[in-house]
């Protein structure tokens, strides 16, 4: 069974690019996060969707971010333009659940380099 | 807003020694998850507490959440290899932000 699937795995790209993450939660999963991974910083929840609606942004960082989730198995993290400190590890995770009280799955991640 | 501190940030044990981490949040909590995160890796759901003064175990792990829900800790007894990583909590209280905290890094000298 395949779990959180995110691409592309590793980003490198110039500062003023949009780079784009791909996430395909687990299948007959309702809720999926974005989360920013960075050493000062740790582990935030930037966004969360259930049922593929956006319920809580307040993590997300700038009007640069932007995250979609059209349908129940795919969802994009955005950011226009990039600048080097955004480059960080994104992990996109999904539950069972609603809300915050579910064991949450989380992918690979994306390593993203702004330069 | 919601805070989650976690200490020691680092701790290095001898391979058969316990280990614990605690996890301390400025608010109330209505549950609290505990994550580990292999060197290069992403975090792996452990075991979620949502009673006061709950206390869980999975083999050599014992968790355990306060009795005002406020802090809550992560002991493993006689630590392996196998448990090196990083121990992070995440806490959630009802119209408040899901926070994780900074970690504990765990190495396992054999």
């Known amino acids: 069974d395949a779990g959180v699937i995110q691409s592309p795995r590793h980003e490198v790209t110039e500062m003023g690019q949009e780079v784009t993450l791909r996430c395909k939660p687990i299948s007959g999963h309702n809720s999926l996060f974005w989360y920013r991974q960075t050493m000062m910083r740790g582990l935030e929840l930037l966004i969360y969707f259930n049922n593929n609606v956006p319920i809580d942004d307040s993590g997300m960082p700038e009007d640069r971010f932007s995250a979609k989730m059209p349908n129940a198995s795919f969802s994009t993290l955005k950011i226009q333009p990039s600048e080097p400190r955004d480059s960080a590890v994104y992990f996109c995770?999904?539950?069972?659940?609603?809300?915050?009280?579910?064991?949450?799955?989380f992918g690979p991640g994306t390593r993203l380099t702004v330069t | 807003g919601q805070q989650v501190m976690q200490i020691p940030q680092y701790q290095h044990v001898q391979e058969g020694e316990d280990f614990t981490t605690y996890c301390n949040s400025s608010t109330t909590l209505s549950n609290i998850q505990w994550y580990k995160q292999r060197p290069g890796g992403h975090p792996v759901f452990l075991i979620q507490?949502?009673?006061?003064?709950e206390v869980k175990k999975q083999k050599r792990l014992t968790f355990q959440f306060g009795e005002a829900k406020k802090n809550s800790s992560l002991h493993i007894t006689a630590t392996q290899t196998t448990d090196v990583g990083t121990y992070f909590c995440a806490g959630y209280n009802y119209g408040q932000n899901f926070v994780f905290g900074p970690g504990t890094r765990l190495s396992v000298l054999p």
């Open positions: 507490l949502v009673k006061s003064g």
């Open positions: 995770a999904s539950s069972l659940g609603a809300g915050l009280r579910s064991e949450q799955y």
